[in-house]
């Protein structure tokens, strides 16, 4: 009985054993991102498989995800940076003059602060006493470090 389901079952116990080989699903994920990375782990089974029928040579199927992986991320970076130079607010900030500027006190605060963009985009919670006025958003920017890199790099 055993081996008519297997035989009905056409590789489907195959292709499940090799993606769950290097599953990235965890359990501490929500349920939709478990999801998205199920259906992406089968659409790279599927191009290993695709590509091993089609080419002479049989690529190892760890090395094939991780190339793949890898071409995915490259493929994200240039999109991302393409994006990054194209929208408003970052060509605002890397073109034009800038000026620091310290933020004035409020009846509340004799010394306000605003959180540095650039700090807690790497991660730090700094906090600043100056800010840029030319830009729009009035971002709250390190003088010394993050001023610079805020308004030279597209990606900070």
Not at 113 to 122: I, K, S, Y
Request: glycine residues 4%; contains cysteine; charged residues 30%.
């Amino acid at each position: 009985a055993n081996d008519a389901c297997t035989h009905s079952m056409g590789g489907a116990d195959k292709n499940d054993d090799m993606v769950a080989t290097n599953s990235a699903v965890r359990k501490s994920l929500k349920w939709y991102k478990k999801l998205a990375l199920h259906f992406m782990e089968e659409a790279l089974q599927n191009a290993y498989l695709v590509h091993s029928r089609h080419f002479p040579w049989k690529p190892d199927h760890y090395l094939f995800l991780k190339e793949a992986a890898r071409s995915l991320l490259i493929a994200a970076e240039k999109d991302e940076v393409a994006r990054a130079v194209v929208r408003p607010r970052a060509r605002e900030r890397l073109i034009g003059r800038h000026f620091p500027d310290k933020i004035a006190p409020t009846p509340k605060k004799e010394h306000p602060t605003r959180m540095c963009v650039v700090c807690h985009a790497g991660g730090q919670r700094k906090e600043s006493r100056y800010f840029c006025k030319t830009c729009s958003t009035s971002p709250g920017l390190c003088v010394v470090h993050c001023f610079e890199v805020y308004h030279t790099k597209a990606r900070y």
